[in-house]
């Protein structure tokens, strides 16, 4: 071949097969991940669209994909349904999450803050107790807790939901991190101005914390929105419970009904999926910089 | 005497005794809580050692002794040699636990990281694209994934079956037939197993994306130049690059997995035939069911000494003494 005696024919066609491979490999690339991506959207797809069938059309074999008659019975159904007041449900499940978010981000950015910017005395020893308290993981607490939700009558009251999740241990130790982090100038200048440490924490502090407080506020909504087990324990009237929970339960009580059930499950769980979404980009920095879930 | 010294000096005792006060101020409710929370801790322990019963009234110091008795150990050798339904019942939960767990770890690994290695590599514009449908399961509620998984499930009209008649096969009940198996494993477990996996593998394949994307591709190019294959790049390079984040993402799947409620709570509640029962659903129905706080206890106890010996393990396994 001719090709071989110049050096940049040499380079050229040693280059080409891997070309070829690159674009190979690329194709392969996107065909497994769409492959993927349908695995992962599928199931979401088809409880829509059995959202939208008849009782009737949702118990075919072989299964319709899309609704043969698309109908929005269902969901007039659910709304219609007195004993499903989805409106009030709602409302308990952001009481909850809004409680203990606020609650949680208050108190992590007032100690993260003291833990990071004061020295005390016992202060390695309270952190380090801090860091046990966290590694204990709740199913070992849950039974006491709940015998002290009893003794205190807050068995099937939202407060009872509340009570034990003011403190996160996780939220200090995140807050604590990023606090080392300001210049301790930015608080000496307040002092030197006569700013009492409160306003130097309201005014000077908080400001300063409003990324990482939004990664630990949309994580702890998440996760106080969607806990099942310890809602589940403590609120046992149907009238005080919180989404997830009503969710099984209106199962249960429409068995053989699979579209009104898949309706139900559009209208409890996709309005705030949709919220979570649009934080997405918060939602994978927590847990890429936290671990927490 | 120097009036501007005395000022200043005076001044530091002030500012001394601010910084106190707020230290006081926060400390003070915030141990108070905690000690709320170290009596809820020995609580949890000392309830171990007793047949405690909520129904029951029990003694003067939070319902212990008198009809709640103390049983020392009696707990926890009941677990391993008792003949009792509630010993068997927890060496049928905790067996299949490690089934769930350790058939979890490797199927979400061997998901995720080619997955994510391959969405690392191509255009950034359809990166966020897969990236945010793949995250999807992990934002929603875990009732949602069961509902929507059994309804796939469903023996006559969901999906999994008709995808199994369109090929030929008879189809099967997955979530109720308690003799159907595959490789020793009831299918009802592979059902819940498949269920998990599809809400869990966003949020590993994000992590892992993290710690791809944080390798430097200097690393990659120079053994590309000295003549090392994409998958000897993938091996020598990238595999051993992100082994921290290995270590992370085993640790933390396994701790969920160990702890699994929620979607084998709705889908079969343990059925069929107590083949799905983990651990963490037999403590709920032990503690909230049949009022077997102690006993529940001991099991909460078990649950988390295996989660810690793992956890320990893993971390030896998977350790590394270098940073880049």
Redesign the interface.
Known sequence: MATRTFPEATYIRKVKPRRGSVLTSRIFSYVLLTLGLLFTLLPFLMMIASSFKTNVEVLRVPPTFLPETPTLDNYRTIFNDPKLPLLRFYLNSAFVAVFNVTSTLFTSSLIGYMFAKFQFPGKRILFGWFLTLMMIPSHITMIPSYLILSKLGLINSLWGLVIFSAVDAFGIFMIRQFCETLPNELLDAARIDGASEWQIFIRIVLPQLSAPLATLGILGFMGNWNAYLWPMIVLQKIEVRTLPIILTWYNSTHTGQGALVMAATVLIMVPILLVFVNFQRWIVKGFTTTGFK | MNPGRKREKRSKGG?AI??????LG??IP??L??SL?VF??G??FI?MFFNYS?GRLGGPI?GLGGSNPFVGLGNFIEMVKGTSVEAGLFRISLKNTLIFAFAILPLNLV?TL??AY??E??GER?KAF????????V??????VA??????Y?P????IN?II??FGGTPVAWLSDPRAGFMGVSVAMWAVILAYL?QDY??NM??FI?ALQAIPQELKDAAMIDGAT?WQVFTKITLSLIRPTML?VCV?TM??SF?V??II??MTNGDPGNQTQVL?LD??KN??RYQR?GW??AE??V??LI?MGVTLIQMRLLRTDWEY
């Open positions: 500012l601010a910084k106190s006060r707020f230290v926060v400390t915030l141990l809580y905690e929370g809820v801790l609580w949890a309830l909520s939070l998901i080619p997955l391959l969405l590599s191509i359809f897969y990236r945010t449908i793949y995250f999807l399961p934002l929603t509620s875990s009732v949602g509902l929507i998984w059994m309804s796939m469903d006559q009209a969901g999906w008709a008649r369109f599809w966003g949020y994000v992590i993290a994409p992370f933390m701790l969920s702890q409620f929620d709570q709705v963490m403590i709920y503690a909230f706080l529940a206890a909460s106890f649950l988390f989660v």
